[in-house]
């Protein structure tokens, strides 16, 4: 199994200013998935962080927004840049070990 | 249509009853089949994995999956208060992919 420890458990933010996420795993992976979830909603993949190279984003999410960073195999980094009461949700990252997704213990971001 | 459809519910069973939690997904390809548990304010956790058409059990979950039809299933057997969580249902794509696609998740209350 993987254990993550994500930091900040939450937090409540000015509209326009910037929140970075950090996960922390404790095993070497490949690839670090951060989520969106917002209240009644399923889980939004945001972006695969590959360390050594960018990440990777899906549709609706660009990297001036929610710049990633992933300097080595167990630690990545999720930043909400320029917040709007949009943003306030709960962001998760998540790695694949075997099969099986992990999850840290979440951000819940309120923006005010 | 999503990917992973499932009725948000909520779905609300008496204590002792079969709760009968579905999903239906749209890649046909897709190989891999995951029910994870999310209780309110935590992370989701795996309870369940099936590869194969047919039924797995496991204490009081049994999995259920049908190809054919694309669709899957979760019951749960005597139903307890501490099953009360929004269950996730998530699929792996074709292809070899390990990032995993999740439905908005269903949300089951057990009353006493």
């Known amino acids: 199994s993987a254990v993550i420890s994500q930091k900040p458990s939450r937090d409540i933010c000015q509209r326009g200013t910037s929140l970075t996420i950090q996960c922390q795993v404790d095993?070497?992976?490949?690839?670090m998935f951060w989520y969106r979830q917002q209240p009644g909603q399923s889980l939004t993949l945001i972006a695969t962080a590959n360390q050594g190279s960018e990440a990777t984003y899906e549709s609706g999410f660009v990297i001036d927004k929610f710049p990633i960073s992933r300097p080595n195999l167990t630690f990545s980094t999720l930043t909400v840049s320029n917040m709007s009461p949009e943003d306030s949700s709960i962001y998760l990252c998540?790695?694949?070990?075997?099969?099986?997704?992990?999850f840290g213990q979440g951000t819940r971001l309120t923006v005010v | 249509q999503k990917e992973v459809e499932q009725n948000s519910g909520p779905l609300s069973v008496p204590e002792g009853a079969i709760a009968s939690l579905n999903c239906t997904y749209s890649?046909?390809?897709?190989?891999?089949f995951f029910w994870y548990r999310q209780y309110s304010g935590k992370s989701p956790e795996l309870i369940m994995f099936i590869y194969s058409n047919g039924d797995k059990e496991d204490g009081r979950f049994t999995a259920q999956l049908n190809k054919a039809s694309q669709y899957v299933s979760l019951l749960i057997r005597d139903s307890q208060p501490s099953d009360s969580a929004t269950y996730l249902c998530a699929v792996n794509k074709a292809g070899g992919s390990y990032i995993p696609t999740f439905g908005r998740g269903t949300s089951l209350i057990v009353h006493p």
């Open positions: 998540s790695v694949v070990w075997g099969s099986e997704a992990f």
């Open positions: 095993s070497q992976v490949t690839m």
């Open positions: 890649d046909r390809g897709s190989q891999s």
